[in-house]
T-cell receptor, first 111, second 116 residues
Framework: QQQVKQSPQSLIVQKGGISIINCAYE??????FPWYQQFPGKGPALLIA?????SEKKEGRFTISFNKSAKQFSLHIMDSQPGDSATYFC??????????FGKGTSLLVTP | DARVTQTPRHKVTEMGQEVTMRCQPI?????VFWYRQTMMQGLELLAY????????DSGMPKDRFSAEMPDATLATLKIQPSEPRDSAVYFC??????????????FGPGTRLTVL
């Protein structure tokens, strides 16, 4: 049973545009929500993470928006670049340990 | 340059054979995770350890999979006997105790397993 639902499955954005990926969860005990970025042939790498005590976290061009009441969170990539083309995974965990991943979004940023 | 290492990077084997995958966590990290990635299921947690003790292996098929940490520098994942449905990329990740549990999990490059 998928505990974190992610959409869209794939996304094509023009260079300079905004990429938006959404995730939803059911378990209200989750208290840690990271986003991972994975390039082909590599392991996932942490991009940005949020705890539910804040509604937004920004690091450079990457922003997480968190809606606790709706049990949803999203990743926004501003000024998307071709180098951002990768697969993005949202995840959720209790206590920061075992991560429950979404199924991933394949992002392609066209020149 | 601290990173998680995994061996082998690729493994092709025949159904019924034993497969052993190894992981060297980042020195000083006390949590180790095993994940499996497939197109159909995505990334799934198989097992994780803290201070070498298994905390949760509920994601692992118990009849054929086993995970151990013989020492702080080595984690192993074994499949015996292997089946074609075990074909996947297996990732090991490690995390640091510094600052509490809400810390980054550092993933290794993975072992791509193909069972014929």
């Amino acid at each position: 049973q998928q505990q974190v639902k992610q959409s869209p499955q794939s996304l094509i954005v023009q260079k300079g545009g905004i990429s938006i990926i959404n995730c939803a969860y059911e378990n209200t005990a989750f208290d840690y929500f990271p986003w991972y970025q994975q390039f082909p042939g590599k392991g996932p790498a942490l991009l940005i993470a949020i705890r539910p005590d804040v509604s937004e976290k920004k690091e450079g061009r990457f922003t997480i928006s968190f809606n606790k009441s709706a049990k949803q969170f999203s990743l926004h990539i501003m000024d998307s670049q071709p180098g951002d083309s990768a697969t993005y995974f949202c995840a959720a965990s209790i206590g920061g340990y075992a991560l429950n991943f979404g199924k991933g979004t394949s992002l392609l940023v066209t020149p | 340059d601290a990173r998680v290492t995994q061996t082998p990077r690729h493994k092709v084997t025949e159904m019924g054979q034993e497969v052993t995958m190894r992981c060297q966590p980042i020195l000083g990290h006390n949590t180790v995770f095993w994940y499996r990635q497939t197109m159909m299921q995505g990334l799934e947690l198989l097992a994780y350890f803290r201070n070498r003790a298994p905390l949760d292996d509920s994601g692992m098929p118990k009849d054929r999979f086993s995970a151990e940490m013989p020492d702080a520098t080595l984690a192993t994942l074994k499949i015996q006997p292997s089946e074609p449905r075990d074909s996947a990329v297996y990732f090991c990740a490690s995390g640091s105790p510094a600052g509490g549990p809400y810390n980054e999990q550092f993933f290794g490059p993975g072992t791509r397993l193909t069972v014929l």
